[in-house]
C-alpha cells in the first residue's frame, strides 16, 4: 500500500476516533452538571392537595443552590411510591431555582416523595407529611 493512500486512512481513523472520544467527554461533563435537589436545600418548600379526585398535590419551593436553577422536574413510579426529581443546572435567565409543579397521584400510589433520598412529602393514609 502507497504512504499515500495509509497516511489517509491513518488520518480518517484518528478523525473518527476524536469524533468518538469529543461525545464521551461531552456526555459525561453534561451529566456531572446536573444534580438532584434534596429536600433539606429547599427554602419555603409547601406540599398541599389542591384537588381530591383526581387527587392532586402541588409542590412549591426555592432552591438553596445560588448557582443553580430548576432545568427539569420528573416523577416516577417505584411500587407504590411516586418519586419527584428536581434537577438542577447552572442558572441562566430562563432558569432559576423557584419551581411551582403539581401532580396528579394515581390510585395506586401510596406515598409521594422527592429527591433521590426519598424524603416523603406525602401519604395516602394521613395526606400531607410535616417537613422536619
Same mark, same amino acid.
Given at each position: ?62 432552591? /438553596? ?48 416523595? /422527592? ?18
Amino acid at each position: 500500500m502507497p504512504p499515500a493512500c495509509r497516511l489517509d486512512m491513518l488520518s480518517k481513523l484518528l478523525s473518527n476516533s476524536a469524533v468518538v472520544i469529543l461525545t464521551v467527554l461531552c456526555s459525561a461533563c453534561a451529566s456531572e452538571n446536573v444534580r438532584i435537589l434534596e429536600l433539606k436545600d429547599v427554602g419555603s418548600f409547601n406540599a398541599q392537595e389542591v384537588k381530591t379526585s383526581p387527587k392532586t398535590i402541588r409542590i412549591t419551593g426555592l432552591a /438553596f443552590h445560588s448557582a443553580l436553577g430548576i432545568w427539569n422536574i420528573t416523577t416516577s413510579q417505584h411500587g407504590d411510591n411516586l418519586q419527584v426529581l428536581v434537577q438542577l443546572a447552572l442558572a441562566d435567565s430562563a432558569h432559576s431555582g423557584n419551581f411551582d409543579y403539581t401532580l396528579t397521584v394515581p390510585e395506586p400510589i401510596r406515598t409521594v416523595t /422527592f429527591g433521590e433520598k426519598e424524603a416523603v412529602i406525602w401519604d395516602r393514609v394521613s395526606g400531607m407529611v410535616e417537613r422536619k
